[in-house]
């Protein structure tokens, strides 16, 4: 009898599942992205419905993470909060980092990146140089009254996300060359907005994009400030100030995604709350800041000194 009931679960699940992406792709055959996904997550990820949860992520961006923000994030325990960010969590890049990244042009074997990102899950990356880039509009930034511009920031990378983004997402989506992808990620760093590296565990438990956020509308940002999930890591940097060279105008301050920088007569730094991100270096008019290496912070996720 237990089998039989095992089976009838079974059976009303798959219908489930079907039914849920038949109507979600509009009723119509699966698209060749979507299969994409299902090929790469095996049907064990189907059973276990983390592939529904990598769909509903990737379909239904802005609203996942509007549950996210407004729901999920301030209502978790302190436990909870490490477990969250244990499987879906960010790396602070750098300006170069990021640059080096959309420029790759050699592969980049396999990799748990155990030393760089200090999480016990979802940490691979997971590329083939030159990397495929897309680019579409920011959940987090859709999710605000007022966001800061421009909205198309979020870049993914690689297959299959790409596919399967430029395929759910025609209208609010494109694909980027090598040299769009950096005017892109050049534009957002003057516009004082940092980059970081994303992973999830129901992305296939990898790297799979390149977010640009403005402390206004990041959801992560947020979720660390306000609801103490930790979700970003450091770059292995931290900024490092020249008093003698401070004018103290407070463009650093202002600029600072985690207020980690603070005016009173002078300029004084917070070590811990430093995510070595960059943005201060780049809104100093003085050039009174620049980035050191700080082996406390962690091991920087750079490319370039990945082994080929």
Not at 139 to 161: D, E, K, S
Request: charged share 20%; aromatic share 8%.
């Amino acid at each position: 009898m237990s089998g039989s009931i095992a089976l009838l679960v079974l059976g009303v699940l798959l219908v489930s599942m079907v039914s849920f992406w038949l109507y979600a792709e509009r009723w119509r055959p699966l698209r060749p992205s979507t299969w994409a996904v299902m090929r790469k997550t095996g049907w064990r990820a189907v059973l276990n419905l983390s592939a529904v949860r990598a769909y509903v992520y990737g379909r239904w961006t802005k609203q996942y993470l509007n549950v996210l923000n407004n729901r999920v994030f301030p209502r978790l325990s302190i436990a909870g909060r490490k477990r969250w960010a244990d499987r879906y969590h960010g790396k602070v890049l750098t300006h170069d980092q990021a640059r080096a990244i959309v420029t790759l042009n050699r592969e980049i074997p396999r990799r748990d990146l155990e030393q760089i990102i200090p999480y016990p899950m979802a940490r691979d990356l997971v590329l083939a140089g030159p990397p495929e880039v897309a680019v579409y509009s920011c959940g987090c930034r859709q999710t605000r009254a007022n966001p800061c511009l421009p909205i198309q920031v979020c870049m993914v990378i690689g297959q299959p996300f790409v596919d399967f983004i430029l395929e759910h997402h025609p209208k609010t989506s494109r694909r980027l060359s090598q040299a769009e992808a950096v005017e892109l990620l050049d534009a957002e760093h003057q516009r004082g907005h940092l980059h970081s590296a994303w992973f999830k565990d129901v992305m296939l438990g990898r790297f799979y994009a390149i977010c640009n956020c403005c402390k206004c509308c990041c959801g992560g940002i947020e979720a660390m400030r306000k609801h103490g999930v930790p979700m970003v890591a450091s770059s292995g940097y931290v900024a490092h100030i020249d008093e003698t060279a401070c004018t103290a105008c407070g463009a650093c301050e202002e600029a600072c995604p985690f207020g980690a920088i603070r005016m009173n007569g002078t300029v004084a730094l917070d070590w811990d709350t430093c995510m070595g991100c960059g943005v201060c270096v780049s809104q100093c008019p003085g050039q009174a800041i620049h980035l050191v290496r700080d082996e406390r912070k962690g091991v920087p996720l750079d490319v370039r000194l990945l082994d080929s």
